[in-house]
């Protein structure tokens, strides 16, 4: 396709970044706590960078959020449920023609085909953050057109990034790392906080296995259900080990159903929505964090878990390789096989697994920050973006 210039109007502010989001204020999930890091990083590291913020199902703004002078936003949430697909391509194309950004960065691939059409437009070149599941064993030929056809893509994970490039015949080149971080002033080492082990009926030498996850019928890949079959095998071993399953959704039901039906009970507990205020305080309030994940993009809860200084477990087969920087700083597992995550379990919880830092708080406190911090993030965004996706502005 031939591409057109298209004439900026004279009286058009520019703006040297597009972002294009799915949402960031009214859902909270990783996805969306990644791109408010990004713009907070965005805002700090680049202050006088000129940002247009698209987001396709928010509808405003809360007053004390990114009040930057050169930030702007356009909300499409206000839309009706069937048009606001349609409502929110419209402004990205029209946004893109008339202010003419020197780059647009998609929040999730699914906005590729529209970054994709513009690009052959016009020539604005673009780049798409990555994620998981979102982008794995990808069939849409548009999809796949806008990956090849992208500038950049950023991946949150080395997994992600590794599976990309096998799939889709990428250049390793083509694709930036920029791994999750996460607010280490919010997750700090404590002791079992007495209220917690009130509240559940537990005392302070019980040994607690938690796991902290959205009990969704499409997440079930978490691993959940993998601990829950373990638990008989661990209570033969431990016969007062207990298990806490922080989260709520729609698979909550069939949870239930397994406890009862492997008689559980009296060692599960599943503590539901807990506000975040409490979050620290559970993984404090644990002896081993762990989820034996197989489909996670990476798993910003193993970063928290391991910054209150706790033994970490996940799978061996997602993006929790990268969290736990292959096993450096936590224990990696099949997630497959319930006889090894229990006898693993066994072993964390009796201080016998042998791994050089697992047992040693303060250290695992310190190598998650110096990695993962929000320094670090910000760091390597500003340099990705000045270096790689706006070389020209600085």
Request: contains cysteine; proline residues 6%; neutral net charge.
């Amino acid at each position: 396709m031939q591409i057109i210039n298209v004439e900026k109007p004279k009286s058009a502010t520019p703006d040297s970044l597009h972002l294009w989001f799915p949402n960031l204020f009214e859902f909270k999930g990783g996805i969306q706590v990644y791109l408010q890091d990004v713009l907070q990083a965005i805002q700090e590291a680049l202050p006088n960078l000129s940002v247009c913020i698209l987001d396709k199902l928010d509808r405003n703004k809360p007053v004390d959020k990114f009040n930057s002078n050169n930030y702007s936003f356009t909300f499409s949430g206000h839309s009706p449920v069937f048009f606001k697909t349609a409502h929110f391509s419209f402004k990205l194309i029209t946004k893109a023609l008339i202010n003419r950004p020197k780059f647009i960065l998609c929040g999730h691939i699914n906005f590729a085909p529209v970054a994709f059409f513009i690009h052959r437009l016009t020539g604005i070149p673009y780049g798409i953050i990555v994620y998981g599941i979102d982008a794995w064993k990808i069939k849409n030929i548009w999809k796949i057109k806008a990956l090849h056809a992208a500038e950049k893509i950023i991946s949150i994970s080395s997994y992600t990034r590794d599976r990309l490039i096998n799939e889709q015949n990428l250049s390793p080149d083509k694709i930036e790392l920029l791994p999750v971080t996460f607010d280490a002033e919010r997750f700090k080492l404590s002791p079992k906080p007495s209220y917690l082990l009130e509240r559940h009926s537990l005392t302070v030498e019980q040994p607690i296995i938690l796991t902290v996850a959205r009990l969704d019928n499409s997440e079930r890949y978490k691993g959940y259900d993998q601990i829950l079959l373990a638990m008989p095998e661990i209570r033969l071993a431990i016969p007062n080990a207990h298990y806490i399953l922080v989260g709520k959704g729609s698979d909550r039901s069939r949870i239930e159903q397994l406890i009862s039906q492997f008689n559980l009970h009296d060692c599960v507990t599943l503590a539901g929505f807990i506000p975040d205020s409490e979050l620290c305080d559970y993984y404090n309030l644990c002896d081993v964090f762990a989820m034996p994940s197989k489909g996670e993009g990476f798993g910003i809860v193993y970063l928290e878990a391991v910054a209150c200084g706790k033994p970490t477990l996940a799978g061996n087969q997602d993006g929790a390789v990268d969290a736990l920087c292959n096993g450096e700083l936590g224990v990696l597992v099949n997630p497959d096989d319930v006889n090894a995550i229990a006898q693993t379990l066994i072993q964390i919880l009796r201080g016998t697994y042998p791994h050089p830092i697992l047992y040693q708080p303060q250290l695992l406190r310190q190598q998650v920050i110096a990695r993962f911090g929000f320094e670090q993030f910000q760091q390597t965004l500003a340099e990705l973006i000045q270096t790689k996706l706006l070389p020209t502005t600085w």
